[in-house]
């Protein structure tokens, strides 16, 4: 280990709730001595979305620009952890803080360290900085002392909700935490990582849930499908009187049911089955089809679904209101729906005669 004492004196106390948090100003050479940036996913103490690694350079090209109205004003916001047998001490009396930090930032976590939960752009912008041109900057910093990630992670969604960021960064932290704002939300959400998950869903593997800002081809993002699906278990949908783990495996089995009835237009990019819009009208179907519900009589199982898909058979998923934008899910779901219920009908007569 290549350790160095850092000591950062004129420390405040600032009080919020029932936590303590540190309120300092340090050069920028320190904060690249002792700062570490964690992402969610990637360690267990991250809680960080991903890099853009052009707005870090757009912050150094900022920094070097050397003009007198050079400012970013927000602090640095963080926590304060040790490796073993290392320690941060807080001199409350002499308002310092001094902690041993490894010098080389491979081995950072093994002594002092500061995890940088906001501003990690700026901190990637300092780190490519020349030592000459650190000199100029020093940043407030804000930091709680070994907080749990659940904390940290609430401090940060408090901050991205007002940045546009990807909200399937805030989804994956909300479900990691359970912190959905409510039931139905969660509930959603899972629906949605089941069809992504479950051996034998039509659309394994085919939700994206990073946080890229490009969907790749051929996936439909979660966020995307997330409204519906809310509305799909709230109070207004013919599946409100089943618990979520039912809801989640109708979900499913309709997927499935429906993958099998048009096998040859499911998942092809250049078909409605195979965009979103196929998806959403699939959901709202179950959402609203009295004449689904009709023929599943409560039976939520694969067998009941593909029976009642049955009476879907010879539905025109491509219709040039799709192309043109003129139908949407909501519409294209109500026509499904009629043409399910022209197929009973037509079918009851059979049995007449």
């Known amino acids: ?99 041993e930090v490894e010098t080389d930032p491979d081995n950072r976590l093994d002594a002092c360290f500061l995890v940088i939960d906001d501003g990690q752009h700026r901190f990637a912008a300092l780190e490519m900085l020349s030592g000459e041109n650190r000199q100029h900057w020093s940043f407030t910093v804000i930091a709680g002392m070994n907080m749990s990630v659940e904390e940290r992670t609430e401090l940060f969604m408090q901050g991205e909700k007002r940045q546009k960021v990807s909200p399937r960064l805030l989804l994956q932290m909300m479900d990691a935490n359970d912190t959905f704002a409510n039931e139905s939300t969660a509930t959603a959400y899972r629906m949605a990582k089941a069809l992504n998950e479950v051996n034998g869903s039509p659309l394994k593997g085919k939700i994206y849930f990073e946080q890229g800002p490009r969907v790749p081809s051929g996936m439909v993002s979660v966020s995307s499908l997330l409204g519906q699906l809310k509305y799909c278990v709230g109070k207004n949908s013919r599946l409100i009187p089943y618990t979520s783990e039912q809801q989640r495996q109708a979900l499913l089995n309709l997927f499935i049911a429906a993958s099998r009835q048009w096998p040859q237009a499911w998942g092809q990019e250049d078909k409605t089955l195979g965009k979103h819009i196929g998806y959403l009208t699939l959901i709202t179907l179950l959402a609203r089809s009295g004449n689904l519900h009709s023929l599943l009589k409560e039976d939520l199982s694969l067998d009941s679904f593909k029976k009642a898909m049955e009476f879907a058979k010879g539905f025109r998923w491509e219709q040039a209101g799709v192309k043109d934008g003129s139908i949407n899910h909501n519409r294209l779901a109500v026509l499904l729906d009629d043409h399910i219920g022209q197929a009973i009908a037509a079918s009851q007569a059979d049995l007449k005669k």
């Not at 992402?39 to 070097?64: C, Q, S, W, Y």
């Not at 970013?72 to 320690?87: A, F, K, N, T, W």
């Open 1 to 99: 280990m290549s350790l160095k004492m850092i000591e950062i004196p004129g420390i405040s106390v600032m009080k919020q709730g029932e936590q303590y948090l540190l309120v300092f100003v340090v050069p920028a050479q320190v904060l690249v001595e002792i700062g570490i940036t964690l992402r969610f996913n990637e360690h267990p103490l991250g809680v960080n979305r991903g890099l853009t690694v052009h707005r870090a350079k757009d912050i150094l090209a900022h920094m070097k620009a050397g003009k007198s109205n050079n400012l970013m004003r927000d602090p640095i916001q963080g926590c304060l952890y040790v490796g073993d047998g290392h320690e941060w001490i807080f001199d409350e009396k002499n308002r310092v803080l001094r902690g």
